[in-house]
């Protein structure tokens, strides 16, 4: 196997449950008598399959650009970026760094470069399942826009651990695929913690995931019994309150690690603001699938025309796109709740609370821009925003020890842009370049520029003609 992902950050420390040190083993708890797997007639047989991770060799230099490197208020104006691998080895004041004689400079003077974008809540519906679809459209979609990592918090099978192995292989171009495997529900039906117990570790042990998708997953004596287990295991259960603000907030108070989807309730105030932020839970609203209102993908889908967009065609399939965008609700801006749900997030992140972005795959690559949009129109800065979209939505999925911002010993995952998103958030438009795991890509069409050039790729669909418009 391609390992767990990078050893991304198993070691960070838990605010809402407790997680264990990356290499440290949980104890074993006895299960429940009745638990299946644990019967004298089953047997285990351990298979070692190691293939190499992709990483790339070579020191490359980004010179000249403004760095936002989400390491506090830390904006480096004119800086050296030194990649070494795939992972960032110096940053500094430009001409101020010791670099290796073979070091390669690409001037990126004028631009601007901030952390790879994080989907706290990604869905890679589109993919193939059964047969593995070494040049899936979406993944590379995603990369194309900035988005270098992201978790996939309800697969329903498990095919997705087999891409997120392929990409860290270096098999196929993706972001760094997290997953949660298949949802954990009630008809789990726990009788116990050590029976939860029993059915998590089986998702930690042989699934290699530390996030769980734990949604509906029984009465609060149940939850709890997934909360205790998780703690034990150093697992990271998220979860979603199915339109219900009581239980949104048990899910806080027992302590659930991630909460998905937008309090059913706005306004939301200061005793509920300081519950979700002090208990440390993850927050990710995805507002393009708003509760209490149309959805905001709408406002995008009918003002931004995405149907005549080049960079989208050519990332999308012809019917995917046609498909989505050719026919959408049209609702006056006043009718539009996200705003008023973002404004709610914005007040859990000023009061000290965990708040990612999360595209819910309505759109690939493109709708996470939407959705860091919609997220910065509930008053939000625009470097509140970027915060929410790099080191923020890494430490809502657990990883920020290794991606989220720009600093020695993380991976080099990061965007460049021709205009400062920290001055306007729109801005992230204006994508140029991409880096994902210490490859330098064009964000326009995916062609690798370094550590060494590459063919953009050609996907199947590129000779898809469109039907007649009727304009």
């Keep these: 196997d391609a390992g767990d992902s990078a050893d991304a950050g198993e070691g960070s420390a838990a605010d809402g449950a407790a997680v264990a040190a990356e290499d440290a083993q949980a104890p074993e708890a006895p299960w429940d008598p ?5 019967a004298e007639a089953v047997e285990r047989f351990a298979i070692d399959v190691q293939v190499p991770r992709d990483v790339p060799a070579g020191t490359l230099v980004l010179r000249g650009a403004k760095v ?33 004689a073979d070091a390669r400079v690409v001037d990126v003077t004028g631009k601007i470069i901030t952390p790879g974008f994080v989907d706290t809540h990604a869905h890679w519906f589109e993919i193939r399942r059964g047969v593995i ?22 697969t329903a099978t498990n095919d997705m651990f087999a891409y997120q192995d392929m990409i860290d292989a270096g098999r196929m171009i993706g ?82 690690w991630g909460s ?3 309090l059913a309730v706005t306004p939301i105030y200061d005793d509920v603001v300081q519950l979700i932020a002090g208990t440390g839970i993850g927050y990710t609203p995805t507002l393009l699938v708003a509760y209490g209102g149309p959805w905001a993908e709408n406002y995008f889908y009918t003002r931004e025309s995405p149907y005549d967009d080049e960079k989208v065609r050519r990332f999308m399939p ?56 919609a997220l910065a129109s ?17 430490e809502v999925i657990g990883y920020e020890a290794a991606i989220g911002s720009l600093e020695p010993g993380k991976y080099a995952d990061l965007n460049v842009f021709d205009r400062d998103p920290s001055k306007d958030i729109r801005n992230t438009s204006s994508l140029s370049l ?38």
Aim: proline content about 4%.
């Design 34 to 38: 009745d638990f299946k797997e644990d």
């Design 68 to 100: 936002i490197t989400m390491r506090g208020d830390e904006v480096i104006e004119d800086a050296d970026l030194v990649i070494t691998n795939n992972r960032i080895s110096q940053i500094g004041p430009k001409g101020t760094l010791a670099l290796p």
């Design 133 to 154: 679809d070494k040049q899936h459209w979406g993944f590379l979609a995603n990369v194309a826009y900035g988005v270098t990592a992201g978790l996939d918090v309800q």
């Design 175 to 256: 972001l760094r695929a997290f997953s949660t495997g298949p949802g954990v529900f009630s008809d789990n039906a726990f009788t116990s913690a050590d029976h939860a117990y029993g059915v998590l570790k089986r998702y930690r042990d042989h699934y290699r995931t530390r996030n769980i998708k734990a949604y509906i997953a029984g009465n609060r004596k149940q939850r709890q019994y997934l909360m205790q287990a998780a703690a034990e295991l150093g697992m990271l259960p998220t979860t979603e309150g199915a339109l219900d603000l009581k239980l949104d907030l048990t899910h806080a108070i027992d302590g659930y």
């Design 260 to 262: 998905e989807h937008a």
């Design 318 to 373: 012809y019917d995917v796109l046609a498909e989505k965008s050719l026919r959408r609700r049209w609702f006056a801006d006043q009718e539009h709740v996200f705003p008023r749900l973002a404004a709610d997030a914005a007040k859990i992140m000023r009061a000290g609370g965990k708040v990612g972005v999360g595209s819910h795959g309505q759109f690939q690559g493109l709708g996470y821009h939407w959705e860091l949009w």
């Design 378 to 394: 509930g008053g939000l800065t625009p470097m509140e925003a970027l915060r929410a979209a790099t080191l923020g939505g890494a």
């Design 434 to 471: 991409v880096m994902a795991n210490g490859r330098l890509y064009d964000a326009g069409s995916l062609m690798q520029l370094a550590p060494n050039e590459v063919e953009a790729p050609v996907f199947w669909f590129a000779k898809e003609a469109p039907p007649n418009r009727l304009h």
